[in-house]
């Protein structure tokens, strides 16, 4: 059986910080769907996967950096459902030493042991990554295959989105979501009532994503993007998030990872302790997984001689 449909459970958060609010805060555990295929991941891959198959291909092409959820969770699911992977990694200068390379970065070393074929290119090759010319070149090179965007986010992956709300969570106000590429927080906005408000905290800086979420949604009167915890952009950290993500996994037993969810939890929570919400507004946030970057942030973070994520 391919990806099959899931709900995820609720769970209340009792958190000291915002203990003395009157709103009630959830989170929705995404990251509990599958070990491997975490996430958000998972609602993206399974119509991809599902088109792969209509289209009778037998390889996955997909783009990354060297920490990203998407190539491991690429890796996991082709390596799961029989098909060759293929991950171009943003970085050539990662090759030069590849054995010590795969030893020190847990997601590259996951990918290759699941069996993920690795090809190192230019940062500056990888921004035309959605050029015909590139994509063709990689036809030349790798053959006729099935290609996932970076990040994952397509019409299939905004389907299968779609598909993280149900019945039980209509109950809520707000649904909050970490942002990357778009894909999740429109299949979100898709779904919600009409009665219920969207909102995306990005883990990027810019502005370019409000057009890349209108591609995809049915209406743009219930949704924004508060998009003032970066951090200074995509995988930047400090010892403020840090210290947050231990301080409520201490808490409440739930682990966030420093790019996606911790950014917008972190956010949610300032957001709540600002009395930005009604007394009574009930929120559900999302917890699009990522958990696998853990590791390899912790190698950064020791490098820098910051704390480490517990």
Not at 175 to 200: D, E, F, M, P, R
Request: hydrophobic fraction near 35%.
């Amino acid at each position: 059986m391919l990806l099959g449909t899931k709900n995820s459970r609720i769970q209340q958060v009792h958190f000291s910080e915002i203990a003395d609010k009157k709103v009630s805060l959830f989170i929705k555990r995404e990251d509990e769907l599958h070990p491997f295929i975490s996430g958000n991941k998972y609602r993206k891959l399974k119509y991809n996967i599902e088109e792969a198959l209509k289209q009778n291909k037998t390889t996955l092409l997909t783009f990354g950096g060297a920490y990203s959820n998407h190539i491991a969770a690429t890796a996991a699911a082709g390596f799961e459902y029989k098909f060759k992977t293929i991950g171009i990694i943003r970085g050539d200068e990662l090759a030069r030493n590849l054995n010590e390379i795969l030893q020190n970065n847990p997601t590259l070393k996951f990918a290759s042991e699941h069996q993920m074929q690795l090809h190192f290119v230019s940062r500056s090759s990888y921004r035309n990554k959605t050029s015909k010319v590139f994509i063709d070149s990689l036809k030349k090179m790798f053959g006729n295959f099935y290609l996932v965007p970076e990040g994952g986010t397509n019409k299939f992956a905004v389907r299968g989105c779609e598909e993280i709300l149900n019945e039980e969570d209509t109950k809520f106000d707000v649904i909050c979501s970490a942002v990357g590429t778009g894909g999740t927080i429109s299949g979100l906005i898709n779904s919600t009532k009409k009665y219920q408000k969207v909102i995306g905290f990005p883990a990027l800086k810019g502005d370019f994503l409000q057009n890349e979420i209108k591609k995809y949604v049915l209406r743009n009167d219930n949704w924004s993007l508060n998009t003032n915890y970066h951090f200074g952009g995509y995988a930047k950290v400090s010892v403020e998030l840090i210290n947050f993500i231990n301080k409520f996994k201490a808490e409440t037993d739930i682990a966030l990872d420093p790019v996606y969810t911790g950014k917008m939890i972190f956010g949610l929570v300032e957001e709540i302790k600002k009395d930005c919400f009604p007394n009574g507004t009930k929120i559900l946030a999302i917890h699009t997984g990522g958990l696998q970057g853990i590791d390899g942030m912790n190698i950064f973070l020791n490098k820098k001689k910051m704390p480490q994520i517990q």
